[in-house]
Antibody, heavy 125, light 108 residues
Framework: QVQLVQSGAEVLRPGASMKVSCKSS????????INWVRQASGQGLEWMGW????????GLAQKFQGRVSLTRDTSINTAYMQLSDLRPEDTAVYYC??????????????????WGTGTPVTVSS | SSELTQAPAVSVALGQTVTITCQGD??????ASWYQQKPGQAPVSVIH???IRPSGIPDRFSGSYSGNTASLTIAGAQAEDEAVYYC???????????FGGGTKLTVL
């Protein structure tokens, strides 16, 4: 079945960097996007960015531009999200999610149908 | 506008019908998708592409549209439907992804 398996929990100091991996299986990696979403404890979902599985095109939320780097390795069907200059407010669960984006008639559609296992990240001195 | 607006909370009696709405200018261009999230779990897609239910989602979940408003309806709500529901689309440019703030559904 389709799965996204993420790397494990991390505890990091302020100012450090982290790199979360998201390994896909059960589908053709290059035919979907991978999106990254985070959720602080008790808060809503916050979108961080997307990357095309086919050509590596990417888009980032303005809030994360300059601090987030999205990459992929199609040989092992894995996407990566690197967040630098970590702050305590970056403490959250980070999810990857498979995204599909296309048009249908006069509308577009976008959805994230498969979500990763989640990576808890704690930033604390 | 680049926002999706949801009511923070709604309640429904067991077995009754409830509708959760999501408003935003992007919905004039993009169909909304809906996600259910229970405590300690990853979100689960319940409606996408306007009104399609992924495999395994009960048929009591349905989606609809009117203008810039998308709606998620649960007909005959069950105790296991108690969760936070998020709507989602891209912004009108297609470059950014938007989430609503989430609606906490309580089944009484």
């Amino acid at each position: 079945q389709v799965q996204l398996v993420q790397s494990g929990a991390e505890v990091l100091r302020p100012g450090a960097s982290m790199k979360v991996s998201c390994k896909s299986s059960g589908y053709t990696f290059t035919t979907y996007e991978i999106n990254w979403v985070r959720q602080a404890s008790g808060q809503g979902l916050e979108w961080m960015g997307w990357m095309s599985g086919s050509n590596g095109d990417a888009g980032l939320a303005q809030k994360f531009q300059g601090r987030v780097s999205l990459t992929r390795d199609t040989s092992i069907n894995t996407a990566y999200m690197q967040l630098s200059d970590l702050r305590p407010e970056d403490t959250a669960v980070y999810y990857c999610a498979r995204g599909d984006y296309d048009s249908s008639g006069d509308h577009f559609y976008f959805y994230m149908d498969v979500w990763g296992t989640g990576t808890p990240v704690t930033v604390s001195s | 506008s680049s926002e999706l607006t949801q009511a923070p909370a709604v309640s429904v009696a067991l077995g009754q019908t409830v509708t959760i709405t999501c408003q935003g200018d992007s919905l004039k261009t993009f169909y909304a998708s809906w996600y259910q999230q229970k405590p300690g779990q990853a979100p689960v897609s319940v409606i996408h592409y306007k009104d399609i239910r992924p495999s395994g989602i009960p048929d009591r979940f349905s989606g609809s549209y009117s203008g810039n408003t998308a709606s998620l309806t649960i007909a005959g709500a069950q105790a296991e439907d108690e969760a936070v529901y998020y709507c989602n689309s891209r912004d009108s440019s297609g470059n950014y992804v938007l989430f609503g703030g989430g609606t906490k559904l309580t089944v009484l």
